[in-house]
C-alpha cells in the first residue's frame, strides 16, 4: 500500500510538472521541426570523469558541434534549442521544461558512460548505446539509468519536488512500467538510426538500443532519446570522446541518424 502511495505521489508530482507553463516558452515556427539538444551536466553537475576529462565537456562540445550541423544543413526549416550552451547546472526538470515549451518535435540527450570504481572492467569497457525511456530489461540498463538519474540528489529539496522517486531505490522505477509513452514508436525509430550511425561513422561498438527509466526522458512530451556515446573510464574511449576528431564524429553520426529521420 506504502509503496502504491508512493507511485500514485510520483505520477501527480509528474503531471503537475508536465502541466506547468515554461518560462522559456517561445513563438514557436508553425513550420518549422523543433530539434532540442541536452549536453548531459554542467556547472557543478560533471557527470562522468575520466583520467582527466569530464563529461559535462564532452557532452556540451558534441552537442554544439551536432547543432551546427544541422542549421548548416537546413536553416530556417529546423529550430535548433539548447538546454544549455555554457557550463551552466541544469536541473533534469529543467532540461525538460525547456525542452516542452519550446514544443519541440525531438529531443536528444547527450551522455557518456562510465561505471563503478569497483568494476574491474572499466578500464576495458567500450560501446555506444542509445536508450529510450522504458522499463530496463537487465541490471546493467537499470545502473545506467540510476547514475543519470542521480544529478537529482544535487538538488537541495529534491526530496521535495521528486516526492518519492529515489533514484537509487529499485522500487521507483515501477512507474516506467506503468507509463504509457505516446511517443515510443517515434523515439524506437530515432533510437536505432542514431545507433547504427555511431556505429558505422563514429566506430563505436555496438551495444544496441536499450530501454531504462530515465528522469528526464519520461518528463518530455516527445519522441526523446538519451546518446551514451561510450565509456569514459576506458583511457582510450576517453582519448577519442575528448578530441576533437573524435567530438566531431560522433556529432557527424547524430547528425546523419537526424538527417534519416528528419527525411528531407
Ligand atoms: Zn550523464
Redesign the pocket.
Known amino acids: 500500500m506504502q509503496r502504491l502511495k508512493g507511485i500514485f505521489m510520483v505520477v501527480t508530482v509528474m503531471l503537475v510538472a508536465l502541466a506547468l507553463p515554461s518560462a522559456c516558452m517561445a513563438q514557436a515556427d508553425d513550420d518549422a521541426f523543433t530539434v532540442v539538444i541536452d549536453p548531459?551536466?554542467g556547472g557543478k553537475d560533471t557527470?562522468?570523469i575520466g583520467r582527466k576529462a569530464k563529461?559535462k565537456d564532452i557532452?556540451l562540445a558534441v552537442a554544439k558541434r551536432l547543432g551546427d550541423k544541422i542549421t548548416k544543413k537546413y536553416g530556417d526549416k529546423v529550430r535548433v534549442v539548447y538546454t544549455r550552451k555554457t557550463d551552466k547546472y541544469l536541473t533534469l526538470q529543467q532540461r525538460a521544461d525547456v525542452a516542452n515549451g519550446e514544443q519541440g518535435d525531438l529531443f536528444i540527450s547527450i551522455?557518456?558512460n562510465s561505471v563503478d570504481k569497483k568494476n574491474r572492467k572499466r578500464a576495458s569497457l567500450s560501446g555506444t548505446s542509445v536508450y529510450t525511456c522504458g522499463l530496463h530489461k537487465t541490471k546493467n540498463n537499470l545502473e545506467v539509468a540510476m547514475?543519470?538519474n542521480s544529478v537529482i540528489e544535487l538538488e537541495p529539496d529534491y526530496e521535495q519536488v521528486y516526492q518519492e522517486f529515489d533514484p537509487q531505490s529499485d522500487e521507483s522505477y515501477i512507474i516506467f512500467e506503468m507509463s504509457q509513452d505516446l511517443h515510443i514508436k517515434q523515439s524506437l525509430q530515432f533510437a536505432s538510426l542514431a545507433q547504427k550511425r555511431l556505429v558505422k561513422t563514429a566506430g563505436r561498438v555496438d551495444k544496441e538500443v536499450r530501454q531504462a527509466g530515465f528522469w528526464v526522458l519520461w518528463a518530455t512530451s516527445m519522441p526523446s532519446v538519451l546518446v551514451e556515446l561510450d565509456f569514459i573510464c576506458n583511457p582510450t574511449q576517453e582519448k577519442f570522446l575528448a578530441s576533437t576528431s573524435g567530438q566531431d564524429k560522433c556529432a557527424q553520426a547524430l547528425f546523419e541518424a537526424f538527417r534519416d529521420y528528419y527525411g528531407k
Open positions: 548531459g551536466h557527470g562522468c563529461e557532452t551522455h557518456v547514475m543519470e
